[in-house]
């Protein structure tokens, strides 16, 4: 009934940049707080940043300063620009996303994640 899907990720040398997207489709009514989570290999996954829906922003500590996060709610979009990228910020990323969908004849709130990406900073 409603998805996440991604894009962006890639290989990029340290110092580069990069932007993930990941848009929200389906039977949407509302969304609320939406955000980027990653994971690195042998490390549990963690908040990399967070947006409500009246544009109130959370960043993990070691991203503040390089890395943005926006969205567009006329698309349902969500967005992480990453600059000065580190080796260190090598993982998968995820979407997530608060939603209230419209299915089934009722109002569902639900938590939903977009499938990982890959980001490979070399050094």
């Not at 969205?71 to 209230?100: F, G, H, W």
């Amino acid at each position: 009934q409603v998805q996440l899907v991604k894009s962006g990720g890639g290989l990029v040398q340290a110092g580069g940049s990069l932007r993930l997207s990941c848009a929200a489709s389906g039977s949407i009514f509302s969304i609320n707080a939406m955000g980027w989570y990653r994971q690195a290999p042998g490390k549990q996954r963690e908040l990399v940043a967070s947006i409500t829906s009246s544009g109130s922003t959370n960043y993990a500590d070691s991203v503040k300063g390089r890395f943005t996060i926006s969205r567009d709610n006329a698309k349902n979009t969500v967005y992480l620009q990453m600059n000065s990228l580190k080796p260190e910020d090598t993982a998968d990323y995820y979407c997530n996303a608060d939603i209230v969908g419209y299915y089934n004849r009722k109002y569902n709130r639900d938590n939903y994640w977009g499938r990982g990406t890959q980001v490979t900073v070399s050094s």
